[in-house]
T-cell receptor, first 113, second 112 residues
Framework: SQQGEEDPQALSIQEGENATMNCSYKTSINNLQWYRQNSGRGLVHLILIRSNEREKHSGRLRVTLDTSKKSSSLLITASRAADTASYFCATDGLDTGFQKLVFGTGTRLLVSP | DAGVTQSPTHLIKTRGQQVTLRCSPKSGHDTVSWYQQALGQGPQFIFQYYEEEERQRGNFPDRFSGHQFPNYSSELNVNALLLGDSALYLC???????????FGPGTRLTVL
């Protein structure tokens, strides 16, 4: 079963605008990661945030994590048409010795020129 | 340096048949995980192989089985295919129990 829930399910914006996606999860985690998927193909790792971190940046990406609310957000600034993709959060839990990623349902982002 | 590769790219089977999907991990990686992604959903963890043994398993029936070879490549086998097995099957590799999993392009399985 899916642990994470992403919000919104779909997002449509214009190039240059910022896109914000949210993820909620249910159990305690070690890490939370964000992935991008283009047209139902393989997943591309974007960024990882550890449970003891609150914010992380990578280029145009900003991720926040609130473990008290069991939620995370991904902000893409100055979006481009090439950012059009589905975005998934994925968590790995404290109870698993080996990494077992639990993915959310994803946000479909459409960036129009 | 080749990334994770999967074969075949697409596959069409009929109900009741058996299928084998293959995965070659990224160079230097020794752990392979398999995920099933139904249309419009996020990937779901099937199982993980490390040192040629199944180390963890998700909520999938015994019809789903796997194998890891000494060269770290892996196979996913699905028996008695059901229509609901139609999905994108993703393989991911990592260097042991690390944080970073690299995903392959996936195999699209259609069951008719």
């Amino acid at each position: 079963s899916q642990q994470g829930e992403e919000d919104p399910q779909a997002l449509s914006i214009q190039e240059g605008e910022n896109a914000t996606m949210n993820c909620s999860y249910k159990t305690s985690i070690n890490n939370l990661q964000w992935y991008r998927q283009n047209s139902g193909r393989g997943l591309v790792h974007l960024i990882l945030i550890r449970s003891n971190e609150r914010e992380k940046h990578s280029g145009r990406l900003r991720v926040t994590l609130d473990t008290s609310k069991k939620s995370s957000s991904l902000l893409i600034t100055a979006s481009r048409a090439a950012d059009t993709a589905s975005y998934f959060c994925a968590t790995d839990g404290l109870d698993t010795g080996f990494q077992k990623l639990v993915f959310g349902t994803g946000t479909r982002l459409l960036v129009s020129p | 340096d080749a990334g994770v590769t999967q074969s075949p790219t697409h596959l069409i089977k009929t109900r009741g048949q058996q299928v084998t999907l293959r995965c070659s991990p990224k160079s230097g990686h020794d752990t392979v995980s398999w995920y099933q992604q139904a249309l419009g959903q996020g990937p779901q963890f099937i199982f993980q192989y490390y040192e040629e043994e199944e180390r963890q398993r998700g909520n999938f029936p015994d019809r789903f089985s796997g194998h890891q070879f000494p060269n770290y490549s892996s196979e996913l086998n699905v028996n008695a295919l059901l229509l609901g097995d139609s999905a994108l099957y993703l393989c991911a590799s990592s260097l042991g129990p690390s944080f970073w999993q690299f995903f392959g392009p996936g195999t699209r399985l259609t069951v008719l």
